[in-house]
């Protein structure tokens, strides 16, 4: 364990530092960040004095070495528009995206499991075709029109939900939620539902196919023939062992998620990390953008570790360390 660890940090420390070499690079292909800055009146003279200022004209090596050496202390830079740490920016906004992705791995989780399980041991079953035809109609269908479609019918049609915001929140212990007040469910329920919209066809399949699988092995047939109940063999034994691989998968893609909240955010103006990213692009904020970028591939990398050591705990027959017995 202590071996995989070690390797694992090393190969996130160079991650780590592509993503930051790349995000880094990007920025002065995003455009003049003191466009937004300052006015048509500032002279071309003040405008390069406060060039010179910001480092903007210094050399890439130069500004790269400087971000690192402030990034190692916990500094990705200051928010041109907000004036603020970038860090501190994108955690205020943490919190609304986090609220996103557990509600939509909520509903995933809800629906996928039972959905999947029920295709795997009811093949032909016409409602079977049903759950097979609806998610590969739902796979096709881009995020943004599935939340477009979404707030066209319950919003402006039904007028049964809201269309955009967050709505009230209520603070338990410095967390800003909004779990916990009717209003903030209300605003959660068509965000929520369309951001699981990318997943949820996915996971359906998953579960039916790893089912599948599982009912075709070995040992469920020898408990099949020792007399257990066709539940106990589907539930217990088939079940059990279908979950590894999904847990597998859905530690990976509830970091996706974080990253897929752009499109969904915007449709419904949620205030999150995403929507964030998208106005520090027509800002042209390149430290609230390079910190984002960084934000995301951190949070990749962490998720990606914490499900292979996971899976190593739930499935002892794993070997970590990648050597033979």
Request: glycine residues 8%.
């Given at each position: 364990?202590f071996?995989?660890l070690?390797?694992?940090?090393?190969q996130?420390v160079?991650v780590m530092?592509?993503?930051?070499?790349?995000?880094?690079?990007?920025q002065?292909n995003l455009?003049?960040p003191?466009r937004?800055m300052?006015?048509?009146?500032v002279?071309e003279?003040e405008r390069?004095?406060?060039?010179?200022?910001?480092?903007?004209?210094?050399?890439?090596i130069?500004?790269?070495?400087?971000?690192?050496?402030?990034a190692?202390?916990?500094?990705?830079?200051t928010s041109?528009?907000?004036?603020?740490?970038?860090v501190?920016?994108?955690?205020?906004?943490?919190?609304?995206?986090?609220?996103?992705?557990?509600?939509a791995?909520?509903i995933?989780?809800?629906?996928s499991?039972p959905?999947?399980?029920?295709s795997a041991?009811h093949?032909?079953?016409?409602?079977?075709?049903m759950?097979?035809?609806?998610s590969?109609?739902?796979i096709?269908?881009?995020?943004?029109?599935?939340?477009?479609m979404?707030m066209?019918i319950f919003s402006?049609?039904?007028?049964w939900?809201?269309s955009?915001?967050?709505?009230d929140?209520?603070n338990?212990?410095?967390?800003e939620?909004?779990f916990?007040?009717l209003?903030?469910l209300?605003?959660?329920?068509?965000?929520?539902i369309?951001?699981?919209?990318?997943?949820l066809?996915?996971f359906?399949?998953?579960?039916r196919s790893?089912?599948l699988?599982?009912?075709s092995t070995?040992?469920?047939?020898?408990?099949?023939?020792?007399?257990l109940?066709?539940?106990?063999v589907q539930y217990?034994?088939?079940?059990k062992n279908?979950m590894?691989?999904?847990v597998?998968?859905?530690g990976v893609?509830i970091?996706t998620?974080v990253?897929?909240t752009?499109l969904?955010?915007?449709?419904f103006?949620w205030?999150?990390?995403?929507?964030l990213f998208?106005e520090?692009?027509?800002?042209?904020?390149?430290p609230?953008?390079?910190a984002y970028?960084?934000?995301?591939?951190l949070?990749?990398v962490?998720t990606?570790?914490?499900?292979d050591?996971?899976y190593g705990?739930?499935?002892?027959?794993?070997?970590?360390?990648?050597?033979?017995?």
């Amino acid at each position: 364990m202590f071996t995989f660890l070690v390797k694992r940090l090393f190969q996130a420390v160079i991650v780590m530092f592509v993503i930051s070499l790349v995000a880094f690079a990007i920025q002065d292909n995003l455009g003049d960040p003191l466009r937004e800055m300052v006015g048509q009146s500032v002279s071309e003279s003040e405008r390069q004095a406060l060039r010179d200022e910001l480092g903007l004209n210094d050399p890439f090596i130069e500004k790269y070495s400087r971000f690192v050496g402030n990034a190692l202390q916990g500094d990705l830079g200051t928010s041109y528009f907000f004036k603020r740490p970038a860090v501190d920016v994108i955690l205020d906004k943490l919190v609304a995206t986090l609220e996103l992705v557990i509600g939509a791995t909520i509903i995933i989780v809800v629906f996928s499991i039972p959905l999947g399980v029920y295709s795997a041991i009811h093949p032909n079953s016409v409602f079977t075709k049903m759950i097979m035809a609806g998610s590969s109609i739902g796979i096709s269908i881009p995020v943004f029109l599935t939340a477009i479609m979404l707030m066209y019918i319950f919003s402006i049609e039904l007028g049964w939900l809201p269309s955009f915001g967050r709505g009230d929140t209520v603070n338990v212990l410095g967390w800003e939620t909004g779990f916990l007040s009717l209003d903030g469910l209300s605003h959660l329920i068509l965000p929520s539902i369309a951001l699981s919209s990318i997943m949820l066809p996915l996971f359906i399949r998953l579960v039916r196919s790893e089912m599948l699988e599982a009912l075709s092995t070995e040992y469920v047939k020898f408990a099949r023939a020792k007399g257990l109940p066709e539940r106990t063999v589907q539930y217990k034994h088939a079940l059990k062992n279908t979950m590894l691989p999904v847990v597998t998968v859905g530690g990976v893609q509830i970091g996706t998620m974080v990253a897929y909240t752009i499109l969904t955010e915007k449709v419904f103006q949620w205030p999150g990390t995403g929507f964030l990213f998208l106005e520090a692009i027509n800002r042209v904020d390149t430290p609230l953008i390079t910190a984002y970028v960084i934000f995301v591939g951190l949070l990749f990398v962490v998720t990606n570790t914490l499900v292979d050591l996971l899976y190593g705990l739930i499935n002892p027959t794993v070997n970590l360390t990648g050597k033979g017995a």
